[in-house]
């Protein structure tokens, strides 16, 4: 029996050598009919840390987490992942969520990685709420989401929808507009939104960088915030669209229903007289932005619409993280004492 | 103890029967061979119903399940049925009498034996008809059936005596799917709440919130365009420009800051009256902008000497 045993171990053996030795083979690049065996891909930890501070301007870079507070049906999810396209470049794009994961869990992570601002999604069965966040402990704004589009709709609804490849690589501007009605609540979403972008210096800046806009636009009337997202689009002005498109396009224009080259440039486009260029639209560029646009020329400003559409109402805003005491109620409840709401206007716009 | 010996002797003997039983189906054989009438008799009830019983099972079974294959099932019954009606007028006896009895299952062939061994003696069963008498009564309900019409959208198996069970089954089945339907889009209308697909063309409204925004961008790349003009020219990583870049910066950057504290009061001014309440329309709306951040500040400054003070009278109290 025991050389029995002996044998089947020595058996065993031979097998497990043979079994080896076409791994060692195999880890060799020398063969490449044979099939690699798969290893388990580690992502190397990056190296190449994001600076917090602005390479230019030495401000500090705010940062953004867009998560959700429950558990989402379809469509708000895709807002979600509008949401944070829109906050390219400095936020998590592929946050990963886990149910059990709760605000403390989020808070922890963004200390170390600099987030200064929180955008939670919810749902309620009235209405989906937006909420934003200055995160160690800053003032929290609850919005009711009245209305909302998403990117995909908007796009949809478009007759050529325009995303070039690098729309997302900068951050947007943003403008906010009639929030100046002297309301303390209205100054703090002002200020709260004005630092949700990283700050743009204006001797500094390229202006290809300035690809999109943030829109805010405070209704006095209906007490509705009106939120869009548009691309920023630079065309020459007084210059047909053929030859537009033909300096862009670099394709040779198609030429059978001309008489002569010369009406090719003569004879006008379709399109170029007709919109007429509104004065107020037009800038005169620092320097060169792209093959059209030249610095010495005029420019009209052309917006198009991207993203997300969405009409907010403010309905609350908390003094800590979506916690403690509420300093303003759309239901008409206002404890706001005038040292609290300064010393969060100081908080919000603190970059440090 | 007589009991005790008494019940194994219960207990094997029906095993006894039940191999006298067995022996008893070649005791069966032998008695076909015997052709004796009496026993048949007593045999033939007895199996008829089982077998019947099991084919009324199946079909209830299979009628309760799927309504199709009845309705199959329906259509494949009357051809032989028809060939029966053609047969018997120079039909052999037994033979149709196999054919009749090939759908009620394979044990058929035994009780045919039986009847054809009947029909030779001229005995006639009860339960069972004479040839030429079934073939006539069948040909009549057969024919009545035949003729009736049918509705070609009839719901449901077209001989079934449960007709308004079948409709009343499917009715049921359409109310139970329009209130899964209904709760369905019920649920869609709370999931989509607030999701409004955008118009295909510009109303007013986005046309206004447009022309805000790019009133916004012109500002900008004016203001870009302003700064930026005036260190054409300038390297800043040549040592020289740079300190002539400082130099201008400051200068703007005091000079804006003796305008701030008017302009300040002037934009106040103009939010009294009719001065446009948009933040692009003034000048001031860039807050990025180093003088306006200033100007934050400057407010901030007072603030906080206020806060430290109330604070300290607050530490008083404690």
């Avoid at chain 2, 062939?109 to 339960?127: A, K, T």
């Avoid at chain 2, 069970?165 to 359409?174: F, G, R, S």
């Amino acid at each position: 029996m025991r050389l029995i045993n002996n044998l089947i171990c020595l058996a065993r053996s031979v097998i497990t050598f043979l079994r080896l030795k076409p791994h060692a083979e195999t880890e060799l690049p020398k063969n490449p009919k044979r099939p690699k065996k798969k290893k388990v891909f580690v992502k190397p930890v990056s190296t190449k840390k994001q600076a917090n501070v602005d390479h230019i301007t030495g401000d500090k870079i705010p940062r953004s987490f867009v998560f959700s507070r429950c558990k989402l049906p379809g469509p708000l999810r895709q807002l979600q992942a509008d949401l944070r396209k829109l906050m390219l470049p400095y936020t998590a794009l592929k946050l990963k969520e886990k149910r059990r994961n709760n605000l403390r869990d989020f808070l922890n992570v963004a200390g170390p990685m600099g987030v200064t601002h929180f955008l939670m999604l919810s749902k309620t069965p009235t209405a989906p709420y937006l909420r934003v966040a200055r995160t160690p402990q800053g003032p929290t704004l609850t919005f009711k989401i009245q209305e909302y589009s998403l990117a995909v709709d908007i796009a949809r609804s478009q007759k050529r929808p325009r995303c070039p490849a690098d729309l997302f690589k900068n951050a947007p501007l943003i403008v906010l507009s009639g929030f100046g009605t002297g309301e303390q609540h209205l100054k703090l979403t002002t200020i709260l939104f004005q630092n949700i972008f990283p700050a743009i210096d204006v001797n500094t800046v390229k202006l290809s960088s300035c690809q999109r806009i943030v829109l805010l636009n405070y209704n006095k009337d209906t007490k509705l915030i009106d939120f869009r997202h548009y691309s920023i689009r630079l065309q020459p002005v007084g210059v047909s669209q053929r030859l537009r498109r033909f300096v862009q396009n670099h394709q040779v224009p198609d030429l059978r229903n001309l008489q002569d080259v010369s009406d090719f440039v003569t004879k006008a486009g379709y399109g170029s007289e007709s919109e007429a260029d509104d004065e107020a639209a037009t800038v005169t560029l620092a320097n060169d932005l792209g093959r059209v646009n030249r610095a010495s020329s005029k420019s009209a400003v052309k917006l198009q619409e991207i993203g997300p559409r969405m009409t907010l109402q403010l309905m609350k805003i908390e003094e800590g993280l979506c916690t403690g005491g509420v300093i303003f109620s759309e239901y008409g409840t206002l404890i706001l004492s005038c040292r609290t709401f300064l010393v969060l206007l100081t908080v919000c716009s603190m970059t440090s | 103890m007589a009991e005790e010996i008494h019940l194994p002797e219960a207990a094997t003997e029906p095993r006894k029967r039940k191999i006298g039983k067995k022996k008893g189906s070649k005791a069966k054989k032998k008695a076909k061979m015997l052709h004796s009438s009496e026993e048949i008799r007593a045999m033939k009830p007895k199996k008829f119903n089982n077998k019947m019983k099991k084919l009324f099972l199946k079909r209830a079974k299979d009628y309760n399940s799927e309504s199709e294959e009845e309705s199959k099932q329906e259509d494949v019954k009357p051809k032989p049925l028809g060939n029966n009606e053609e047969e018997p007028i120079g039909g052999a006896a037994s033979s149709s009498g196999e054919e009749s009895e090939e759908g009620g299952g394979g044990g058929g062939r035994n009780r045919g034996d039986g009847v054809s061994d009947d029909e030779e003696h001229g005995e006639i069963l009860p339960g069972i008809m004479k040839f030429s008498e079934g073939c006539n009564a069948f040909r009549l309900a057969f024919k009545s059936i035949i003729k009736k019409s049918v509705s070609l959208n009839a719901v449901g198996p077209v001989m079934s005596a449960h007709k308004k069970l079948v409709a009343e089954k499917l009715a049921e089945e359409q109310t139970e799917r329009k209130a899964k339907g209904e709760a369905k889009k019920e649920k869609h209308t709370v999931i989509e709440k607030g999701h409004v697909m955008p118009a295909n063309y510009l109303d007013t409204h986005e046309k206004f919130l447009i022309g805000v925004a790019t009133k916004g961008v012109v500002k900008l790349f004016n203001a870009v365009n302003k700064a930026q003009n005036a260190q054409k020219g300038l390297n800043p990583s040549k040592f020289k420009d740079a300190k002539v870049i400082k130099k201008r910066r400051k200068e703007a950057f005091f000079s804006e800051l003796g305008k701030t504290s008017s302009k300040a009061h002037a934009s106040k001014g103009a939010v009294d009256g009719e001065g446009p309440a948009w933040a692009p329309l003034r000048d001031n709306y860039m807050l990025t902008n180093p003088k306006l951040k200033d100007w934050d500040k400057k407010q901030d400054s007072i603030v906080e000497d206020d806060i430290g003070r109330v604070a300290g009278d607050s530490s008083d109290d404690d």
